[in-house]
């Protein structure tokens, strides 16, 4: 799923104003999350059971705090997506492979989130460094 996403126009402290940290969802998908009443939250649009709807203001959010956390989640598919085929590309080039079909069946599952879960970490050792300034 690819999904355009906006740079961010305000500074990450006001769209982030609490700690992120790395969660997953019900299938294992790294995500980026933070802490409510100890648990870790990743999507603020359902209740901490996931099963009923919320408003951002259950989790003391704005709607832009709620679509800035949704929209680094998604920019985390797409993210993990280019590295992957970017890897992948230096690599078959190298061994004049053709075709992407080993790829793409190697990095499914739990090599898929190695790699999501690298580049979320590094997503947020850079939001922790900006909010810090």
Known sequence: MKT???SLQTSIADMFP???E?????????????VHQG???????VTEC???AATPDLY??????V??????NSTLDEATESAINAGSLVIQRHLGITTGDIAGAYFTGESREQIESAILLY?????????AA
């Open 4 to 6: 355009k996403t906006a």
């Open 18 to 20: 609490f700690a992120l």
């Open 22 to 34: 790395e969660t997953s969802d019900v299938h294992g998908k790294p995500m980026a999350g933070f």
């Open 39 to 45: 648990i870790v939250i990743h999507d603020p649009t």
């Open 50 to 52: 996931g099963r009923f």
């Open 60 to 65: 003391g959010m704005t709607e832009a705090q």
């Open 67 to 72: 679509l800035a956390l949704m929209q680094l």
């Open 123 to 131: 997503a947020l050792t850079e939001i922790a460094r900006m909010q």
